[in-house]
């Protein structure tokens, strides 16, 4: 008997756990400017080199072959996860690993003692990144199976090129007992690389993508290799400066018959330092700017964090990403103002990602900010570590199922568009900002488009109150709950009736209300629930995320051109 009522008093709490304790009336404003512009493609992923025996706190989050040379892109249920894009993805190549991969175009690598591993040398102590240097080996088969992936699936690659080649590398500098792998190593033998880059290499595979007519959409210079925040290396603005324009010159070369065809260029892949690009980008003569500025994020730390899973939805943490965004916003438009700005790696949570954390539900509400929020700080695109691959894979590294951050970004694919416009709260309560709201006109992809839609984005963080929606008041004074019908797009987790950490930790995602099941190896739709504006009040409930698509908001003049 007592162990029924001890139980019953479980299921009580845990049933009750995410009840509001308090409904909070809010008015939504969406104001009469657009405040940026991203690329005509935003939406971006990376598939990373690392090989099955990478080892993040004693976890193998690579063990399923997962990686740019061993993933099975023949997998039907990956190819409709990158056809579901409609062209509007770019697929990434590139990590830490990228700068110690030999191409083998000519079988050449093989003959000068390249190329003897399947996927990487064993892992050492002797590299900051954990393996041998050059002992990855690119072979033109695999080269060529992942440009006809992109090719059958509508995607388009960036890639990452090996910016170590040719340099003085630090071999043997470093005492027996140095760990250069480990995390707290600050020792310089081990980062101690110099000289200039030999672009031979590169070239190489650039040449031969180009006679096999690969249209292939960037080429980046090097992974996390400049400045202070350079893993493996740190290069200085000047000797980058030479291998930039080594880079371009063999870009420009390549291509000389048909500029239009030519990647674009990018630049400089690793944390941000407004410094070093600043230098950068204000040494660069105006006819050799980059295409592109990229920088990484992992805004939580790293995934080993016991409360990652909190920092998801801290205000403190997401607020951190605006003031960050706005930066590199204000250097890149000072010095580089032609140049698009990519966040070129975002996880969440570095090493991996965090089990639970960043590959569940948990993990929309960072992303989701995180995206929106560069998105209004005047970046181009965003690229999501990863789509396979570690703890913050888009899809389950095993069964390839999509995880709830996928649907998130497919939803943000299909219904925002490029002109981003500004949107902001206010409460009749005194409460935090646990209310996150974004706007965009909506993407003429949406099923639903009219000329002058609007879709927000609506975050929730917190976990006992509920914002009760009453008036998103557009540019044109309207409002539109109340002069549109609109579609709702709220995702919530499977595991509504659970505990904080158990909802959040759910690798499954309702919208709607609806389990989102894959059948047959096809993505499910994603179809947004019409409700006519007599119904008026829009309660989003705690720890939820969506968009509201608003096709007859009128916003004729703002939106004109979505």
Known sequence: MVIILLLLAFLAAITTAIQPSAVIDVKLLVDNKVVSETDDIFT?????????????????????????????????????????????????????????????????ASADGYCKYDEFSEP????????????????????????SFCVENDCNIAFGLNALYGRNIPYNQCAPDVNCHSNSSMNSCCTNVTGNWDPSQSELLIRYSKEKNYKIYAY?????????????SHISVEDYLVDW??????????????????????????????????AFLDAIPDDNKPDVVTHHLYSMGPGVDPNLWEYALNVTYLDKVRVLGADVNKVVSTYSPTSSIWLGEGGGAYNSGGNNTTNSFNS????????????????GAYCRQTLVGGYYSLLDTS??????????????????????????????????????????????????????????LVINLSNNLAFSIDHIEGA?????????????????????????????????????????EV????????????????????????????????????????????
């Not at 870009?251 to 600043?278: C, H, I, Q, R």
């Not at 706007?439 to 949406?446: Q, Y």
Request: net charge negative; charged share 20%.
């Open 44 to 108: 971006c992923f990376n598939l990373d080199w690392w090989p099955v025996t990478k080892n993040d706190y004693g976890y193998y989050a690579w063990d399923k072959k997962s990686s740019i040379i061993n993933l099975d892109i023949d997998n039907q249920l990956i190819k409709n996860a990158v056809k579901a894009f409609n062209g509007k993805s770019i697929l990434r190549l590139g990590g830490s690993l990228g700068d110690f991969v030999i191409y083998n175009v000519t079988n050449q």
């Open 124 to 147: 050492t102590n002797t590299t900051r990144i954990g393996y041998d240097f050059f002992s990855g080996c690119l072979n033109m088969d695999r080269w060529d199976s992942l440009n």
């Open 220 to 232: 980046e210079l090097g992974n996390e290799l400049v400045g202070d925040k350079g893993i493996q």
């Open 245 to 278: 324009q080594s880079f371009t010159s063999v870009l420009n070369d390549v291509y000389s018959d048909n500029m239009d065809e030519k990647p674009y260029t990018v630049v400089a892949d690793t944390t941000w330092m407004s410094s070093w690009y600043g």
């Open 364 to 379: 929309g509400f960072w992303f989701l900010d995180q995206i929106a929020s560069f998105a209004v700080n005047g970046h």
């Open 399 to 456: 069964s390839f199922v999509p995880n709830p951050d996928y649907y998130s970004l497919l939803l943000f694919s299909k219904l925002m568009s490029t002109q981003v416009i500004s949107a902001s709260t206010k409460y009749t309560d005194a409460v935090s900002d646990q209310l996150r709201v974004y706007a965009h006109c909506t993407a003429t992809t949406s099923a639903n488009y009219k000329a002058g839609s609007v879709t927000v």
């Open 476 to 516: 044109n004074g309207k409002n539109y709950l109340r002069k549109s019908d609109r579609y709702e797009y709220i995702l919530s987790s499977y595991y509504s009736d659970a505990d904080e950490r158990t909802l959040l930790a759910s690798r499954q995602v309702m919208l709607n209300g609806k389990l989102l």
């Open 519 to 562: 059948v047959n190896n096809e993505i499910p739709s994603v179809d947004g629930e019409n409700v006519s504006r007599e119904h008026g009040t829009f309660v989003m409930k705690p720890l939820t995320y969506g968009y509201l698509e608003f096709p007859d908001a009128g916003e004729t003049t703002l939106c004109a051109n979505a």
